[in-house]
């Protein structure tokens, strides 16, 4: 079930299913913490990559670049947050951690 908490919007399964072990629901409400900051970032992102090949075609060629890089870097947090999750430990992501605690 903690696979699934990281697999976006996936982690609705087993925060539903699983109530009764509060590891899992730890990851599960991390997983949606997770999504809703990635959604964000990926709005924010998005007009500002438009603004900018709107305006300066290179750089923002060079943009979607780094938009790139960054998503990869949010594959390999998902990645990471599985394998100690597996190994029964807890990824905490500085300032998005604090609002997985709060549900």
Not at 19 to 25: A, F, L, R, T, Y
Not at 64 to 77: A, H, N, Q, R
Request: glycine share 6%.
């Amino acid at each position: 079930m903690i696979v699934l908490a990281y697999l976006w919007l996936l982690a609705l399964v087993p925060l539903l299913v699983d109530k009764e072990d509060k590891e899992v629901q730890w990851h599960a409400k991390h997983g949606l913490v997770l999504l809703v900051a990635e959604i964000v970032l990926w709005i924010v992102l998005s007009i500002f990559s438009m603004v900018l090949t709107t305006t300066l075609p290179m750089v923002g060629c060079a943009f979607s670049l780094l938009f790139l890089v960054l998503w990869v870097g949010i594959l390999i947090v998902h990645i990471m947050c599985i394998v100690k999750g597996i190994n029964g430990g807890r990824f905490l992501i500085p300032g998005l951690s604090n609002y997985a605690d709060r549900f």
